[in-house]
């Protein structure tokens, strides 16, 4: 991307979106990355990097491990494997090591689900392989720690082998020498030490004419002199012989192992590569998950559509403070080309300008950023700004003149293509004038298919917004009441710039208001007032319409659980009257089992009766038992009868009220109580019951 002026990284706080992504960076590789990041204008690499962090993110969000615990600055070692003659040690290859068995960790991980979930991930080791080769040279050669195996050459094994011998041997030679030496009372108070490599006894200075040997020394005070004992001298040598044999042999192999990992340098600097790349798309996860990133829609066209976009540095700042920040909402497209930006000073209007052109950069450069994930981009090839103060001593140039220049290269460079941003267009030379070259530079602009920013306290930039196709108004809300800024952009409208407003509520003089006032031209305090106006009537609408749309989600709340209670009763009744319909069920199932069983019985009895006598006493019996069956089920029907046309009451039978009598299932009116007896109506007939055998009743409605 091309970017014009230089200084417009920085303007932007891109330079600091960059520190910020270095700091979660662990590998000097992903450190200049970072340093050095780069803004494509292609869609596949954009893509591809946006997909990769977020893929990285869910890990992260997940807890899910990923496989690229070690830092590995490798970059010396592996420039060396591609030297001749070159060697690494032991500990240089242990490093070698740890990038293998990294790469050979990564390569398990991506087992046949994750390169399927995770297709963005799996590409960064798509271009390379797995050699298993070079974790079998090293392990072949060294231990863990480095240190070159006793068996990795004969030769080795030999010396090894021998300086073991000549080391014990040594040992104890010296252990009888300085036990004799201590008796004489010729040793200090250490008995030995090492010197220039070899073993000596520490003999007190006034004695050391008495030991024959090698004089290797003395201590600072002179009291303690060291020497080497002449039993020990032939031994000692050849252990110092067999040590720098040892020595040649070690740097022998090592080289041998060097030449030998120098065929596949070029392989373990791609998976250096891979490690760094990892490392570079972790950090861009971090950062993104600190600033409550997400992975927007791309477009290949110059299109922008910020769904509740937040400042990056302005929402990590405001997080730590513990504060709100109030989040953007804008579309810039074929029909709505620029965007100009009015309202009071302090208002936000740069800071909105400034979110934009920093998102813009983001997502060209494969950073996640802090929008909705419903929010698309487009791709720009260019971005121009102009933001603040541009005088310049050097050149001789007025901020007027210099912001000139600026725009001469705006309207010669500009294209479809083009991403600008103007703070203040027309600022800094005579407003007529100043406002009538504002209206030709956005002109021309909206003529290049440029799409952009502009901020303005200018009338005139405002109406010709209003009327100019591909233009459009925008205004920062402000809180006349309290004189405070909200922060909130507001699209389809001019703001007011709060002049006059702004002076009487911080007790500025009447009179010199008024004066002012006199000197503004009539139209023009008019249309600024007319603008105030309206903005603080649209303010109160929307609060109108918050509380419209609280209690229209609080009605449809209400309305929910009153659905779920009345669905929840029908539910109950409909099992209770499953319940019931169970129990006639069981109580009739019951009744016909107990008739079987005694009609069996009957019948077993028949068979076996001997007499006629026997016989017509059991037929009497089956007589009643049906006579039984037969009555209950005309008393059942009754019942049910008079279940359809009366419900039961209960309480106190009184005189005048309608009863059914338990025994017969007849229903009378009571008209006259004597005691616990009550004489009933039945038809033309008055019978005496009990009371306790009544209940009251009372006759259901006819059903229309």
């Known amino acids: 991307m091309k970017i014009f002026p230089e200084s417009a990284l920085s303007q932007l706080e891109f330079d600091k979106i960059k520190a910020l992504l270095e700091e979660h960076c662990k590998t000097e590789y992903a450190k200049g ?22 893929e990285y993110k869910l890990l992260i969000e997940h807890s899910m491990y990923f496989p690229n615990d070690y830092v590995l600055n490798l970059a010396k070692e592996l420039r060396l494997l591609g030297i001749p003659g070159a060697m690494l040690t032991g500990e240089q290859f242990m490093q070698v090591r740890k990038l293998a068995e990294s790469m050979q960790n990564i390569f398990r991980w991506f087992d046949n689900d994750r390169r399927l979930a995770y297709p963005a991930l799996v590409k960064v080791i798509g271009e390379t392989y797995y050699e298993n080769v070079i974790m079998e040279l090293i392990d072949d050669v060294l231990h863990e720690n480095g240190d070159v195996k006793d068996n990795a050459s ?3 094994a030999r010396i090894r082998t021998s300086l073991y011998r000549r080391r014990t041997e040594l040992r104890r030679l010296f252990d009888k020498i300085v036990q004799k030496l201590s008796k004489a009372g ?52 050849e252990i110092f012989s067999l040590e720098n044999e040892e020595r040649r042999e070690v740097y022998r192999i090592l080289q ?112 996640l950023v802090p929008v909705h994930p419903t929010s698309m981009f487009g791709i720009f090839k260019q971005l121009m ?33 083009t991403m600008f941003f103007i703070d203040e267009l027309g600022s800094g030379s005579d407003p007529h004038l100043g406002g009538a070259f504002a209206e030709v530079i956005m002109e021309e602009l909206g003529h290049k298919h440029a799409m952009g920013i502009v901020t303005t306290h200018y009338l005139n930039l405002k109406v010709m917004a209003n009327k100019t196709p591909g233009i459009i108004n925008g205004a920062m809300q402000f809180d006349e009441g309290n004189l405070l800024p909200l922060y909130k952009l507001t699209i389809g409208k001019p703001g007011s710039s709060y002049t006059f407003s702004i002076a009487e509520r911080i007790g500025l003089d009447a009179r010199l208001i008024n004066r002012a006032r006199a000197l503004v031209d009539e139209d023009h305090f008019k249309l600024d007032k007319l603008l105030n ?41 409909q099992v ?44 009497k019996q089956m007589q009643i038992l049906l006579f039984k069956q037969h009555q209950k089920q005309a008393t059942e029907k009754v019942k049910k009868k008079l279940n359809s046309k009366y419900d039961e009451v209960g309480g106190e039978v009184q005189v005048g009220d309608k009863v059914l009598m338990k025994k017969n299932h007849q229903v009378g009116e009571v008209k006259e109580l004597r005691g616990k007896k009550a004489v009933v109506q039945l038809g033309l007939m008055p019978i005496t019951v009990s009371v306790d055998d ?7 409605p006819a059903e229309e």
């Open 533 to 573: 106006r309206t903005e603080q009537d649209l303010r109160e609408i929307e609060k109108k319409e918050k509380e419209l749309s609280k209690l229209i989600k609080e009605n449809e709340k209400l309305h929910k659980e009153m659905q779920q209670t009345i669905n929840q009763e029908r539910h109950n009744q």
């Open 385 to 417: 700004i102009h933001i603040g103060d541009t005088q310049s001593i050097e050149f001789d140039l007025s901020t007027y003149s210099s912001h000139l220049l600026h725009m001469k290269h705006f309207i010669e460079n500009a294209n479809g293509k």
């Open 154 to 156: 004969e030769d080795l």
């Open 694 to 700: 009544l209940v009251v009743v009372t006759e259901k």
């Open 256 to 367: 041998q192992l060097t030449a030998r990992l120098a065929m596949y340098a070029p392989l373990l600097k791609t998976w250096h590569q891979v490690l760094g790349e990892f490392d570079f798309i972790q950090a861009k996860a971090k950062l993104a998950l600190d600033m409550n990133a997400n992975y927007p829609l791309l477009n290949d066209k110059a299109h922008v559509h910020l769904v509740q976009a937040y400042h990056p540095l302005l929402y990590l700042y405001h997080q730590k403070a513990k504060k709100p920040t109030i989040p953007t909402d804008l579309t810039l497209d074929e029909k709505s080309r620029i965007l100009v930006i009015s309202g009071p000073n302090a208002g936000g209007k740069t800071v909105t300008m400034k979110t934009v052109g920093l998102l813009q950069l983001m997502i060209q450069s494969g950073l």
């Open 576 to 619: 209770e009257l499953l319940k019931h319909q169970n129990r006639i069920t069981e109580d009739r199932i019951a009744y016909l089992k107990d008739m079987e069983r005694k009609l069996k019985q009957l019948t077993f009895d028949w068979r076996k009766a001997e007499s006629q006598e026997d016989k017509k006493e059991l037929i």
């Open 33 to 54: 990355k970072s340093q050095e990041l780069r803004i494509h204008t292609r869609r596949e690499f954009i893509e591809l990097e946006l997909q990769q962090s977020h």
């Open 186 to 237: 010729y040793t200090a108070d250490i008995d030995e030490a090492f010197l220039n490599g070899r073993r000596v006894v520490a003999i007190v200075a006034e004695q050391k004419r008495q030991v024959k040997g090698i004089l290797h020394g003395e201590s600072d005070t002179r009291r303690t002199s060291y020497i080497e004992p002449e039993e020990t001298i032939e031994l000692n040598n």
